[in-house]
Nanobody, 121 residues
Framework: QVQVVESGGGLVQPGGSLRLSCAASGSIFSINAMGWYRQAPGKERELVAAINSGGSTNYADSVKGRFTISRDNAKNTVYLQMNSLKPEDTAVYYC???????????????WGQGTQVTVSS
């Protein structure tokens, strides 16, 4: 079993910063790609940022230059540093991890429970 727990959301004023964390535990052989998604009310879930096992990253155009994704492989954790937050960043943020539980298995996707980020004055 793999458990994925997110933390770090909250209410912040426009221009402020938040740092999200997503930690995996349990039966883990390795974690390939790690990513953050978000879903605003009435909208589809969208990819915000992703990082692969080699450290290469990609970002949605709307967050480039403001958000930074990073990972700590020793802790099976992915982070999302969000700076210069805007009201349009308001959404529930979900992490997604591609986890291999054994050397013989293919990666499977695991989702965090979601954390609310609200940007408002």
């Amino acid at each position: 079993q793999v458990q994925v727990v997110e933390s770090g959301g909250g209410l912040v004023q426009p221009g402020g910063s938040l740092r999200l964390s997503c930690a995996a535990s349990g039966s883990i052989f390795s974690i390939n790609a790690m990513g953050w998604y978000r879903q605003a009310p009435g909208k589809e879930r969208e990819l915000v940022a992703a990082i692969n096992s080699g450290g290469s990253t990609n970002y949605a155009d709307s967050v480039k230059g403001r958000f930074t994704i990073s990972r700590d492989n020793a802790k099976n954790t992915v982070y999302l540093q969000m700076n210069s937050l805007k009201p349009e960043d308001t959404a529930v943020y979900y992490c997604n991890l591609r986890v291999r539980v054994t050397i013989a298995t293919l990666p499977e996707a695991y989702w965090g429970q979601g954390t609310q980020v609200t940007v408002s004055s």
